[in-house]
């Protein structure tokens, strides 16, 4: 986390000169303030003599005396290969009912693919689409990611125009021209200042209430001379819109426009939501987060919702997929790192009231066999009992790196056959690691926990949520599949979401990111916010989020209470789960579709399972009734305009009334 510390001065030892030649250097700075030339020449020496010690810049030899070494134990074997990835194309989604709402793509070189995980994070049923005629068969058509005279030609654009008309719902992102009377605007002006979306009154039908949800951001730069700021978003205002807006911008023209056509409806989006989830789910934050964690943040969740809803209206007879198993009311991950020596005995502290409370829990544990600047060596023969005791006590064991460097984002990637005793990684400060990679961090803490605690290891969260552009692509070379390695503030999001390669814009990955939402060491002391944590889970609650508690066991007291209370609070309502149990979950859950049809007064619901999934929840047009499915000993329970379904996989159909 930032500003986290991980090592404890009065226990600190100096077990190697260079260490305490930088440290020497760093005081003498602070007490004699040391500048210009003589520190220059100084530092100078240093890494001179540095070189000829190693024999290697930026390699450190580390004692023998400060490596623990298991006996009998090397590996991993074999050799990690980072993927190479391929673009993803708009194709693999252009199947589907018409059922569906469909996603008519006026430029494949978009930002699309972000528009699609969003779309399937929130569980809208969708195709992908370049045909307008084919989209016009839909009951609810999106236009991404612009509508313009040169995207789309005369002949589509009258198409689109008498859509609504004929009772269809239209949703047009980026309306520069062409149907302004149809979205109900006289002109269109472009602007990369705006930093706003403000929801009016009438927005209330969507569920937006809380001060976070009605001022969304869309980022929060830095004046330039002139007073102007640019935001992370480009932006389209509409003028004269001709009723009122749903939102708008702080400079007043219309941020999302709607006009009833007899019972078709028209909207149009000022903004593209592709390019916005990319940016959350690629950690490619902007400053449009306004707080790092521990705070309410749904700008992406607003439009996602808002799109669900719409979809919901227009459509009529739509099924949804909830983003909760058996449809509770949000998920919640207990998490804890375990990277400070006391840690490792309080876990247990924690581990054992969780298995009390019949509830599930992740620990994510540093494999510290090396001495150095963060800590003392705490993975050793003595504190192994208490690693597989957590095993034994059911808690999912997790990576925490090997090194716990905040630097790890920066870390090269590595030959990715790096092993296990001969890997050592040595912090020496905290803006200094030397031997680290990062493949080495990765396959090295997965082999050992694996092979000490018996634990089969999918799930990472680097030292300070420390997250290099390489991750997605690493986590898959080395057998992982999820990741908490952001914050929910800093993703703008309180949902799940897949992962891209790179971190970038053009290539899907199979890891899904679970990120932290609340955490320990921001002020005040995590047991006095114990009040404002159930407040802000409640308003996650609303749509179905995920809580991420991340806890450091360094000690018990206050932080203990505060789960204690946590958990008593939510218990009942909540999906309490491991990181890597969610995420199976999570990732089945991605890949179903769902298909529509109207046979007379019954609705065929038919769903495709490729992965075994339990407790997927469909949401149902209000007022259904389950009438049976096929095939016929599904387990199914309903709940209100809710069904649950039990332990399925493959085809699966349902008839509701």
């Known amino acids: 986390m930032r500003g986290e510390i991980a090592y ?53 030899k580390v004692s023998a005396k400060d490596v623990y070494r298991f006996n009998d134990i090397s590996g991993p074997e074999g050799k990690a290969v980072l993927p190479q990835p391929i673009r993803t194309s708009w194709e693999k989604y252009q199947a589907g009912s018409h059922s ?31 045909d307008y005629q084919q989209a016009r068969q839909h009951r609810v058509v999106l236009v991404y990611p612009l509508i313009s005279g040169k995207a789309l030609d005369v002949t589509a654009l009258r198409a689109l125009a008498q859509f609504p008309q004929q009772g269809g719902t239209l949703i047009g992102v980026n309306v520069y021209g062409g149907l302004q009377e149809t979205f109900g605007f006289t002109d269109a002006v472009e602007a990369n200042t705006r930093r706003e979306i403000r929801f009016n009154k009438q927005a209330n039908e969507f569920g937006f209430t809380d001060p976070k949800e009605c001022v969304i951001s869309l980022g929060w730069g830095a004046k330039n001379a002139a007073g102007e700021s640019k935001a992370a978003l480009g932006t389209v205002g509409y003028v004269k819109a001709s009723e009122p807006p749903l939102a708008v911008f702080e400079d007043g023209t219309a941020a999302i426009t709607h006009r009833r056509i007899g019972s078709g409806h028209a909207y149009a989006l000022g903004f593209d939501p592709g390019f916005l989830a990319l940016k959350s789910y690629g950690n490619r934050d902007d400053e449009i987060g306004r707080q790092y964690v521990n705070q309410y943040e749904p700008t992406l969740d607003v439009l996602l919702r808002l ?3 719409i979809y919901q209206k227009g459509a009529h007879s739509t099924v949804t997929i909830e983003t909760v198993p058996f449809n509770r009311a949000l998920t919640v991950l207990l998490t804890h790192d375990i990277d400070f020596t006391d840690s490792v005995q309080n876990a247990l502290s924690y581990a054992e009231f969780e298995q009390g409370q019949n509830i599930k829990s992740t620990y994510f544990i540093q494999t510290k066999y090396i001495r150095d600047y963060n800590d003392d ?156 944590a159930i407040e802000l889970a409640r308003k996650i609650s609303r749509y179905g989020g995920v809580v991420n508690v991340l806890i450091h066991p360094n000690i018990l007291g206050h932080k203990l209470e505060f789960e204690r209370g946590f958990v008593a609070a939510f218990k009942d309502a909540a999906w309490f789960d491991t990181v890597g149990e969610f995420g199976s979950w999570w990732a089945a859950r991605n890949e179903v579709t769902l298909d529509g049809e109207t046979q007379g ?29 096929q095939p016929a000993n599904q387990t199914i329970q309903q709940f209100g305009d809710h069904i649950v379904i039990g332990k399925a996989i493959g085809e699966l159909q349902l008839r509701l009334k």
């Open 307 to 309: 799109l669900k809803r």
């Open 100 to 130: 569906r709402l469909a996603v008519l793509l006026t430029d494949p070189n978009s930002a699309w693919l972000g528009l699609v995980h969003a779309l399937k994070t929130i569980g809208i049923p969708f195709v992908l689409t370049r």
């Open 377 to 532: 060596i705490f993975l050793t023969q003595e504190t192994l009992p208490a690693l597989r005791r957590l095993a034994e006590l059911g808690r999912e064991i997790g990576s925490h790196t090997v090194c716990h460097s905040r630097m790890f984002a920066k870390l090269p990637a590595g030959t990715g056959d790096e092993r296990y005793p001969e890997y050592t990684p040595f912090v020496q400060d905290r803006t200094t690691v030397y031997n680290a990679s990062l493949l080495g961090e990765l396959r090295v803490s997965k082999f050992l926990l694996e092979r000490l605690t018996g634990a089969q290891v999918k799930s990472f969260r680097p030292g300070e949520l420390s997250n290099p552009f390489l991750l997605p692509d690493a986590l898959e070379a080395t057998g992982y599949r999820y990741g908490s390695s952001v914050t929910a503030n800093d993703s703008f999001t309180h949902l799940p979401f897949q992962l891209n390669y790179g971190r970038g814009y053009e290539a899907e990955s199979p890891i899904f990111e679970f990120p932290v939402t609340i955490e320990d060491e921001e002020k005040p002391e995590l047991g006095s916010r114990l009040n404002e």
């Open 8 to 60: 404890n001065l009065p226990r600190f030892r100096f077990p190697h000169p260079p260490c305490e030649t930088a440290l020497l250097i760093d005081s003498m700075k602070k007490i004699i303030g040391w500048t210009g030339v003589p520190l220059l020449v100084l530092i100078g020496l240093f890494i001179g003599w540095k070189t000829f010690v190693t024999g290697k810049p930026g390699v450190h």
């Open 601 to 629: 007064k019954s609705l065929i619901v038919t769903l495709q399972i490729p992965h075994e999934i339990n407790g997927l929840t469909l949401r149902m047009p209000v007022g259904s009734k389950y009438l049976s499915s």
